[in-house]
């Protein structure tokens, strides 16, 4: 049953052709899968606010021209993660405004103007090859809307230079912490404000770090309270819950 | 150097008996965990404005009961989770006000007036064995000072038991979701709502459950977006997150 | 909006105090949640013909005395598993009927006549040791209505015992094999009939069985098609299967 | 002794020139391999009226052009499946016939008219990336002679997609699910059908989803009754399954 | 088909009621499984030489003793593994000559005269708490006919305990080798003899031997040639599969 | 303190130049070490009558060259196992009578008359993927001085192969079993003859197989007695185990 | 080979009863195990000076009480660890002067002077659950003869007190941290200091901590550099290995 | 707040421009971040006297170049491990007495007169295949100060070779045991010497090795005391740990 089945419907009541008892019994047992929920999802999706987003490893840049075509034809935004120089090419091709964040391996293709979010996200990272998970997040944050800050090379071996930086942690309302290896940072963090963290284990390590399943655990089972982990190197995922948080900021108050 | 050395040091600069020069030595070289980092610490604690919490597992009743009198006699409430009515018996010999939340394994003890926390938390989870973990976190987040909703018995497998709830879990700022088996509530409910989602995975099931691995694994790899997860059965660290994140709303925006 | 609501709304457009294109519009937004699906549910699970069952482990047996109770109150039949002696002790002091399945672990309440399944369900196990897991299954699928042969003891080791009944496991329409160990009897099995084969690991077994996951891995990775597997020791869940299996006999061809 | 030798020993008590008794110890003691039994397994492969299918993984361009010309030779159709290009051109050179499924990675040779199995499979998956093990899946239960309905692209973090298609689905007589990440899909869609469901995990997502560990465990304690489980990425295997599902429906009921 | 009707068709062959080849088609059509294998089977089990042995794990003291009774009956020895005093005294009720071997946890029960099986089986451990597996080992191995030699609390940290013992382990013919922790043993020795070594990895040990993981995974990986791994604790298997090789050295070689 | 010094000492002792306390001191103190073991473990080495192999991966064509010279200038011959073409061209050039095992990757260089071991070794295996793991065995067992006899394609999903050539698998006195995937083969092979079964996982399958561990556990815990396990792909320390246990027969019985 | 039949030997040499080529060859082939290694590393345990230790666990009450007596006898020390009241009620029954460390769960008798190692041992830990632990450090340590101070309940999530404390773990010449859940702890000490830190994970902790794997692999994979780390809840094995590194402190530099 | 902020604080306080209370108040509150940590921590650095090592993997030879630019600009020596040719030709470019040191996979730059630590560490491995790990070791320590003694190819396999090393390797003051396969090495030589052991396991091996893991946990497992244990394949950790032994010999007692 679709919409004009549904008007045929009820001009058949409002025409006594059938009555509101018979209405109600095929309303009631009608599958709630025809109600066009497509477009309510999608009134959802505008009312976010939030542009859309393409994971884009695993697929051709042919593919990824394709898709960001189809949602710029819409006039929205768009940020292609995991992609590659390849695919850029082939999205400027048609979106010369289009740009390439290499450290984030992201492409960006803004439109319209876009609602900032209150507040600030702080990316916070250990080293030099959390990087590109760290930018991902960074990219993705800004991309959806956030003011970010971001606070690389402050891993808990050398702590004097974390401690440095707690200040500007301390402003953000989300804090993002990335970290390899044993993944001790964001306890770390988490012990000194008072802000949501979001810790992203990343792949970075060898041996027992077994692909990021020892900063995995060592994240799950920190001994700090308010920390929310996300999968290995979900960068866009962490920058995602941390955009969310910051738009409870703008909820108003139930 | 406590407070009173550099006291010391400030009048005997003020008293010329000491030069800037060598004081400013003194102070560069001084072992910053000299600074009473407790008190600032402790400041710290206090203006977070949440009691203090005790994880009660592998206490002795005396022991629980020895630490909650030593804050209670600081005018602090506390709350003891993973405890037992023995715990419980030993606490309101001293703490007659002090009650037991059966279904959350938690002793609560109130003190003062607790500022309440701004928007609300829901607490969704699928079946009654879940329950345990659901209860720890919503008398948690209770205690520290969110108003919370819970929506029990909601799970995958009877969807439209879910569904019914959405309009009340729609409202909440933070959603704590607590699944065992599989753990795919998590990834349903972030598919039908824009406040960001606390996943906990919990022990229930069998066999390939291994102890909540299982749940584990299906939240961090959820495909929805907006999820951050916590240990397996942690209901305490997803209210202390929620918590976290209403806090968030009363911040200024920076 | 609940069906009485909807009733109104329907009498308002044939009263003509509402136009058809407003009820449309308010149709279309009203939260699917709302219809009342827990009855259109309710109608699936009759539809079904399959009694309700219950996961007794982790409920005490007053728990479980009260939810038998609620259903055998509607005039239903229902199956417990996972339970034991006192459990069944409290479900007979109101149902002096139901009945002990030592073996399988069941508490069974036979209501009303149930319809048969057409064809036959073999279960199949190796030893002795699986025998309360082929139990559960036996016991669940006879309660679904399915005529079931067992052929227990014809292990891999002892391959002349399990070809002697292949006659009779042949006749089966939906074959469940139970396996502890290594798990080979469903690729053996497998490799000798038509039918569809459901594969139960059980966690029987010590050192490198590793509670049933050399038994789960070995059927899953079986060199013979045509096998499902479900969750170690889940005798309940394979009979459920082919319960499901053997009313597709009944179904008409689409 | 092969069927000449036996023929020799019957003509031989026939001819009295061999006692019964002494022909008896004979047969029994005879060594069971040595009767034929590749001839009655052959008996058995004809029988199922499903033609051969060839795991192409490992096997080069060259050695699957021998076995398929082989099968050929006997005027049957046979399936290549996890096979490429390069294969497909070597079978094309003596097979004009036959096709190549891009998307299902497979080399389909059709021989005969193939009997149709009665009923339907329904293939639903979520999202792009589970496509190819889909198209396997789909691709072989046509192969071995089912009607097949696939429904891509339905996944739990966008649940109306799957809810338009509850219909369709529901009219299958088994319902492959396809799944990556956290392997939900199957317990949402085994909660609203009737049919058995057959789960493929996919080795679909990266980090904590280990290669498709994930969605196994997700699908093994999903909490849905009525799921089996086949090996990660096995959509051949599903299909298989499905198809002799099917085949149930055309026995007739002992 | 059993025998009878074996001889029943030979005869109508014989009398011309039937003809060969009307007889060679059921022959060859006749199921195996028919044919009487388990008498074939059990004449095997006799050929063989070894009596029984049942694990006792998980089973009562009355069904132990019920099994022991019916080998008993047979005239048979029968080796019980795994088992308690409370089996032993059940045995012993009814076979005053059972004894129990307590450090091995296994009730013997001793009948007839038993073929001494030729050459040496050593088994060598390392410390008292892998004893229990060890002694298994070594009763099993003398209740399958073979000649002993101990060699305990000979590990690889106390190197000059071990090598003061090699002339003896020397003149094995196999040798059993167990150890706990991280099972550096099997290596050590097989590096030192020219016998095949059997390995039997323990669960002794905490925190990372994983309840005999390291040891399993440390003896399959051992640098030396020449080692055959059972699985964990399994001191019966590993003598069942000593006593096997000695066997070879009495069969004459083809 | 090589021989030439023992000898000096002793020599001083029969001249009294040093007195037999002070030698006794001496030798008592002297490291073991230096007693020159190298040589009688070179000894040893000979004894066995076993030549020299070498574990070719990871290993340049070079270093193989070279060190398979250096074992021919001794008169030795050699294999060279998990190696390739370029090696083999390498050894080819200085040993014109090298072969190479192409399917059991092996290189081969016999030299002098090797004695045969008595008896026969059986490899026997599923199916065309596990060939290079089975060949690896049979080359190794030949080059050790065994005769050999390969059963291959004898899988458990069809059992009738296998069952057919039990004859000749139960005329072997040591059994090595190859299989992927489930590992199940061992286990049925075992349970159909006397000898000892040496078990090969192989790293044959995908998903839950998990490069052999599926396959590794299930023989580690299969139902059937008298199994010994090497490590996965370990085709060559599974032919040095059978010869091993040939050997075991011509040692004179203690 | 005794050294009264070694002395006989070189006797014989002397008196020409023998020849030394005689002799040589005798002493050449004589096992070195027959050179009383018992006896030297006798002495190789009495010049290190540390008296033993017995692992208590899995050991009766009894068993210790006679192990602890026939040290006792030799006039040496002992410690016990994993013990309990039990046991130390047995030993005390014979050596009054024996001690129970609750906390450590050790047993402790003191004979002689021991030789004090020269420097300090710090003992670091996070918080109260790892106490057992840490104790069982403190009192090895201190039973092996070193000076050791601790510093309990510095955490990572409480940052300060730890600084507070690093004047005094910097005076250390061996640093034990003790960590649960994440195991940060040993990074951010190792970060702030200069001597060697040997991590001891523990068991402590629920969930994704897997008892103690999470602490494991966040130390092996610590960022910082120069920890060593032993198995889970190993404080003994990590104070042994303090105590040997004090020990090269009083060793001549080579 | 820096250095000069400080300072005029001070004059401040001199001048009676702020009084004591309120510097106080300003120097309590100051975050400690501002008080140039990083030129303590720098200042530590130097105090240490290890020059700079640089984990290459991961890094272009672009990346390593400017960082050992930046380095050697300082006048300091640097390491850079995990690296290769095209690294080092890109190092030697600019600093033409840098050398590459092959086995190890090292680039090394010294610079000025380096202090050499007292006593001496052993290098001891198994096989040719554990050498690149080995002979980082070997670089790593030589480079930050120690004598180093290798003691390669002495395996647990045969342990004669061992053995008539033990001599020289019982003369270092820490002992890096650097083994793959099964790990025992590290067991073996810690039951024969006095020092401190580091055992360092590889991911050589295949199959059951589980890249490293099988090593590893023998290792954490090793019934000998006094041994740490670093992270799969990390020559550095072990070495770094030595040298900070070593240095451990040069602190002045406590």
């Known amino acids: 049953m679709d919409p004009l089945d549904l008007e045929r419907l009820l001009n058949d009541v409002r025409e006594h052709r059938v009555s509101p008892e018979e209405a109600l019994t095929r309303l009631k047992t009608l599958p709630y899968e025809d109600l066009g929920f497509a477009k309510v999802d999608h009134h959802r999706a505008l009312r976010r606010g939030f542009p859309e987003v393409i994971f884009g490893a695993g697929k051709t840049a042919d593919q990824i021209g394709t898709i960001v075509g189809s949602i710029a034809a819409r006039g929205q935004g768009v940020l292609v993660t995991r992609t590659n120089e390849e695919a850029f090419a082939r999205v400027q091709r048609d979106h010369a405004d289009a740009r390439f964040e290499a450290a984030a391996r992201c492409v960006v293709l803004e439109r319209g103007t876009k609602a900032a979010l209150p507040g600030r996200v702080a990316i916070v990272c250990a080293g030099t090859s959390d990087l ?22 402050a891993g808990v071996a050398g702590l004097h230079r974390l401690l440095e930086r707690m200040t500007q942690i301390r402003q953000a309302d989300a804090i993002v912490v990335v970290a ?16 949501p963290v979001i810790a992203v284990p990343t792949s970075v390590g060898y041996g027992a770090a077994f692909q990021g399943l020892a900063a995995l655990l060592g994240m799950l089972t920190a001994c700090a309270s308010g920390i929310g982990v996300v999968n290995i190197d979900n960068g866009f995922g962490a920058a995602y819950l941390a955009a969310s948080i910051l738009r409870v900021k703008s909820r108003s108050t139930a």
Chains 1, 2, 3, 4, 5, 6, 7, 8 share one sequence.
């Open 180 to 195: 390899g290896m044993e993944g001790a940072l964001p306890s770390v963090v988490a012990g000194l404000v008072d802000a």
């Open 132 to 153: 590109p998970v760290a930018e991902e997040a960074a990219v993705t944050a800004a991309f959806l809307g956030a003011t970010v800050d971001t606070v690389y090379d």
